[in-house]
T-cell receptor, first 116, second 114 residues
Framework: DTEVTQTPKHLVMGMTNKKSLKCEQH?????MYWYKQKAKKPPELMFV???????INESVPSRFSPECPNSSLLNLHLHALQPEDSALYLC???????????????FGPGTRLTVL | AQKVTQAQTEISVVEKEDVTLDCVYE???????LFWYKQPPSGELVFLIR??????QNEISGRYSWNFQKSTSSFNFTITASQVVDSAVYFC???????????FGAGTRLAVHP
């Protein structure tokens, strides 16, 4: 099963709201990723988790807070976002592990976020 | 510094035409990995292929083929007999051996018309 699922598919939130994006994979992958993609642009890496530990934070503002409760789940907590944070948020996973970070990443369908 | 250039912003073809998407990369590393992803209008990035820097064999998968040339730092993607379902944005990406980050090109939007 090569599937990464994300919920919700669409989210509209105000600047004072708190919301969370969820991502799940059951491929036994040990690396998980959050990307942000603006319209007509390539995805931009936000965070990388390796073995449930944060290994890369691409200088993302603290209003985005990632969490990896276990090896299958990845959350992105959102608080006090700005309208410019509106984008498609993509989750991905890859095999990870010694010598395996170069494997391909499998992406979920994304969450389209609109901040009003 | 690592960089991926996809010079073709948009390509429009008629069904059954062959089309080649160009990808040129820059890296100082001797070990690196190249990828192609397809992003249909639904938004999900679909993995198509990974190629390692030490394996210059070209690859064919059905109507898809990839030409990897280290001498010109290119990893081009050809779709033979294109179909309307091939309409999507295609991204070429690079990853070096040491840092777990994909460097994406700007993408090429392919429109296949009936």
């Amino acid at each position: 099963d090569t599937e990464v699922t994300q919920t919700p598919k669409h989210l509209v939130m105000g600047m004072t709201n708190k919301k969370s994006l969820k991502c799940e994979q059951h491929m036994g992958h040990r690396a998980m990723y959050w990307y942000k993609q603006k319209a007509k642009k390539p995805p931009e890496l936000m965070f990388v988790y390796s073995y449930e530990k944060l290994s890369i934070n691409e200088s993302v503002p603290s209003r985005f807070s990632p969490e990896c409760p276990n090896s299958s789940l990845l959350n992105l907590h959102l608080h006090a976002l700005q309208p410019e944070d509106s984008a498609l948020y993509l989750c991905a996973s890859s095999q990870g592990g010694r010598g395996k970070f170069n494997n391909e990443q499998f992406f979920g369908p994304g969450t389209r976020l609109t901040v009003l | 510094a690592q960089k991926v250039t996809q010079a073709q912003t948009e390509i429009s073809v008629v069904e059954k035409e062959d089309v080649t998407l160009d990808c040129v990369y820059e890296t100082r590393d001797t070990t690196y990995y190249l990828f192609w992803y397809k992003q249909p209008p639904s938004g999900e990035l679909v993995f198509l292929i990974r190629r390692n820097s030490f394996d210059e064999q070209n690859e064919i998968s059905g109507r898809y083929s990839w030409n990897f040339q280290k001498s010109t730092s290119s990893f081009n993607f050809t779709i033979t007999a294109s179909q309307v379902v091939d309409s999507a944005v295609y991204f070429c990406a690079l990853k070096d051996g040491g840092y777990n980050k994909l460097i994406f090109g700007a993408g090429t939007r392919l429109a296949v018309h009936p």
